[in-house]
């Protein structure tokens, strides 16, 4: 089973006056490239949510951004600033003495005085936070790679369809090497014939020279060997193991034969058919950057 490295997950849950949510988003990557977005409040939860992370996904850039809220009435901690509020009233007090103004001080009034009260936030049950981050956690990352893995089963199918295509090429072009010398064979006989004008052929030269354009255009490893990359690169697509650089590699290694094949080719039906098996591993590269 093949995984994608597109993926993206989000879910929220509500407990017990605190709301969360967590969304997860996965790109491609070459290695595990882990972003974590998380309110000031949960900064203690980072190494958590990127060991969870770890423990499930191998290869991409993933993107984990946190949102949280907490709705209780024990949230905050208000005081009031008693030395301050004192002196304050002294003063208001001596104020309407001195001035004979009536002493109407309220409540209300005081609340205009700056650093009146003093707001402080209850610190958080930590515990409790860790267990919600973690069970939230858990299900987004279940979705993601679910959706990583159907992704991944497309491009399964995609990548075993140009497989056959590629293998339909390569014994085109098998079938048709053989011919090749063949043909040189002949046309170099009737030019020599051409040009000695009924003169004595010598056969020892002619054979080597065509054992020497043979030599030369010979194809057969080439074929053999990227064959067998083909078959391994199948195999590999059953694998339950993470396959993305291995993939990555046999496409270098196909690539790395069939332009040997072109340039000792020496025939213009094999160098067609070269192109057109470069152009779909081409597509097959581009796909396996995708792959986990």
Known sequence: MIYSMTGFGRGKIEEQGREMSIEVKTLNHRFLDIYVKLPRTLSFLEEDIRSMVQQHLSRGRVEVTVNYSNQRSDVVDVQVNQPLVDAYLVCFNKLAQE?????????????????????????????????????????????VKEMRRKEGENLKSDLLERLKKVESMLTCIEQRAPQVVDEYREKLRNRLKDLLQGSHLDENRFNMEVVYFAERCNITEEIVRLFSHLEQFRKALESTEPIGRRLDFLVQEMIREVNTIG?????????????????EIEKIREQVQNIE
């Open 263 to 279: 340039s000792k080719a020496n025939d213009l039906t094999i160098v067609n058919l070269v192109v057109d098996i470069k152009s």
């Open 99 to 143: 001035r004979n103004l009536p002493n109407d001080i309220s409540v209300s009034s005081l609340l205009n005085i700056p650093d009146a009260f003093v707001v402080n936030e209850v610190e958080e049950d930590q515990e409790a936070l860790r267990q919600m981050v973690r069970a939230l956690m858990e299900q987004v990352l279940q979705e």
